[in-house]
């Protein structure tokens, strides 16, 4: 059974500082995704990891994927209060057809 | 495009009453599906369709039923409805080919409570 695991579960941060979100995943897959969620809303599609050694970024944000490590990791620039969300990632196991989910990382940022 | 839609957004059920609930999407995605999300445990699959007429499980498929007679369709049925079942449900469609291959797209989710 496919268990993907995200670190940490919440994380507090002072605006400005930098910081690391992991995801570790127990089976194979090139092909990860990045979610962000805001408190009642749906998921917002951040990044779409799908080869070894891929690195996508987008303003203060960036994601990469380790397939051999089994280890995709968002890193957090320069954090500013909007980036507070629930972020999630996801390891695709059947070609768009199944996505198994992290718990998520709650992030706030503090102005 | 409107992308994927839901109905309704917000449902209370008492235990034992069956619905349905609506996922439409009009991009012409060939692949659905259907997630719970309860809050510390991400979101779980239920169940989803590589296409018209083929539905399979995922992993938490018990007490829904799905059917997916169009492209554009895919409802997700309560039998029974019980406390267990509350939960946000979010529908999703996903495509293949392109730099994106298999994104998911999200719905707006729909908020049941059971009880």
């Known amino acids: 059974e496919l268990k993907v695991e995200q670190n940490p579960l919440f994380l507090s941060m002072q605006e400005g500082k930098n910081y690391t979100i992991y995801c570790n995943y127990s089976t194979t897959s090139d092909r990860l995704y990045w979610y962000r969620q805001d408190p009642g809303k749906s998921l917002e599609s951040l990044f779409v990891?799908?080869?070894?050694?891929a690195v996508k970024q987008e303003g203060r944000l960036m994601a990469s994927l380790d397939t051999k490590a089994r280890l995709s990791t968002l890193h957090i620039t320069a954090a500013v209060h909007d980036l507070s969300a629930t972020y999630f990632c996801?390891?695709?196991?059947?070609?768009?057809?199944?996505?198994?989910f992290g718990a998520g990382t709650i992030l706030r940022v503090k102005s | 495009n409107a992308g994927v839609t839901q109905t309704p957004k917000f449902q209370v059920l008492k235990t034992g009453q069956s619905m349905t609930l609506q996922c439409a999407q009009d991009m012409n995605h060939e692949y659905m599906s259907w997630y719970r999300q309860d809050p510390g445990m991400g979101l779980r699959l239920i169940h989803y369709?590589?296409?018209?007429?083929?539905?399979d499980q995922g992993e938490v498929p018990n007490g829904y039923n799905v059917s997916r007679s169009t492209t554009e369709d895919f409802p997700l049925r309560l039998l029974s409805a019980a406390p267990s079942q509350t939960s946000v449900y979010f529908c999703?469609?996903?495509?293949?080919?392109?730099?994106?291959?298999?994104?998911?797209?999200f719905g707006p989710g729909t908020r049941l409570t059971v009880t």
């Open positions: 996801a390891v695709d196991v059947e070609y768009g057809n199944k996505l198994v």
């Open positions: 990891l799908l080869s070894n050694g």
């Open positions: 999703a469609s996903s495509y293949s080919g392109g730099g994106r291959s298999y994104e998911q797209y």
């Open positions: 369709s590589v296409g018209a007429g083929i539905t």
